[in-house]
């Protein structure tokens, strides 16, 4: 029989509960150690803990052999506690990459608890949120308290978006013209807004970031820098720096070229100082990234590390599936 080790045990009524048992809204979650699980169990020292702070816990315990308990079924399900999960909170979620992350940990409910920030009611709506989902602007850092409250991770996704002008007609030739919204300028969006999420993150006693930025930074002249004047990349290293200094663990990732693909069907690609920039793959499918930023979370080995993210192309090489593998590549901590 499979041991189990300070794993609340819920026992399901369709009948009335003995005269011990307070109610049927209430469960009893033991603090005991249970080695084995012979056909007579004793547990001690357990305290009514409400049903709402149960998940489901892994499928090989959720049936266990049954007993005869008085006034109870006879089947048993075991419950992970929600304290036995990962807090996440991924901030940019109503953007193209963001809402990937959010669905992937939302998917993952075993494994994470998903939260999400977004910069209108309209976004959160978009993105079908619920409580988890928390409305704030990133150059308000008093906005930001409420979603960073007990978090264990941070994934940030916001970036300043460039705008074309209009007129444009490229039938004509010529290249188009971008600009950035008032307000919304990469030194207010990519560096301040930034910074306040790594303080308040912080400050709240978060123990990892994971922050997404582009390839590109380590070339004054990129070409994004001259989108709109805004020196995009420039106030994007400034961050990372910022971050890197902070004290806090952090994962920062350098993504090529963001494309609307599937993901997960090719190879993945780690790199350092732009050097991928100077190859044929110098791009990788949003949903690869959004992978990428929940796996940081559970891997250890991308605490302090700084690394560039690209893919083969479709076809070419094998599919990554080991990321512990490809994480183990990562030398660099800036």
């Known amino acids: ?26 469960y009893h979650k033991c603090n005991s150690v249970a080695s084995s699980l012979p056909s007579t169990r004793k547990f001690t020292h357990c305290s009514n803990l409400s ?3 149960f ?12 007993r005869n308990n008085k006034g109870f079924r006879r089947r048993t399900v075991v419950l992970a506690s929600m304290a036995d999960l990962s807090t996440v909170l991924v901030t940019g979620a109503g953007g193209r990459t963001g809402q990937i992350v959010y669905k992937k940990l939302k998917e993952r409910s075993d494994q994470f608890v998903a ?26 850092a008093s906005s930001l308290v409420p979603a960073m409250q007990g ?12 705008r074309m002008k209009p007129g444009f007609d490229p039938t004509k030739g010529g290249r188009p013209e971008f600009y950035f919204e008032d307000g919304a300028y990469p030194e207010q969006v990519d560096w301040i807004g930034q910074k306040n999420q790594i303080d308040v993150a912080k ?11 582009s390839m590109g ?46 993901g997960g069907i090719r190879e993945l690609l780690v790199g350092k100082d732009d050097e991928l ?18 796996q940081a979370v559970k891997f250890g080995e991308t605490k302090f590390k700084a690394f560039d993210l690209a893919s083969k192309p479709e076809g070419v090489g094998t599919p990554t599936k080991d990321f512990k593998a490809l994480f183990s590549q990562i030398t660099t901590r800036f």
């Open 1 to 26: 029989m499979a041991t189990v080790t300070c794993v609340p045990l819920v026992f399901f009524s369709s009948t009335v509960p003995t005269s011990s048992s307070k109610s049927l809204g209430h």
């Open 51 to 53: 049903s709402h702070s």
């Open 55 to 66: 998940i489901s816990f892994s499928s090989s315990f959720s049936s266990l052999p049954t």
């Open 115 to 140: 939260r999400g920030l977004v910069r209108t009611p309209e976004s959160k709506e978009k993105i079908a949120g619920a409580d988890d989902v928390f409305v704030g602007d990133i150059r308000d």
């Open 151 to 162: 978090i264990d991770a941070l994934i940030i996704l916001t970036s300043a978006v460039p």
């Open 203 to 213: 400050e709240a006693g978060v123990k990892q970031i994971v922050l997404v930025g």
């Open 217 to 262: 930074g380590t070339d004054l002249n990129h070409p994004l820098n001259n989108l709109g004047n805004g020196n995009i990349l420039v106030w994007k290293r400034k961050a990372e720096q910022y971050l890197a200094d902070s004290g806090v663990p952090y994962t920062i990732i350098r993504a090529g070229g963001l494309q609307d693909r599937d």
């Open 277 to 294: 920039l100077q190859t044929e793959t110098r791009t990788i499918a949003r949903p690869d990234v959004a992978e990428v930023c929940i």
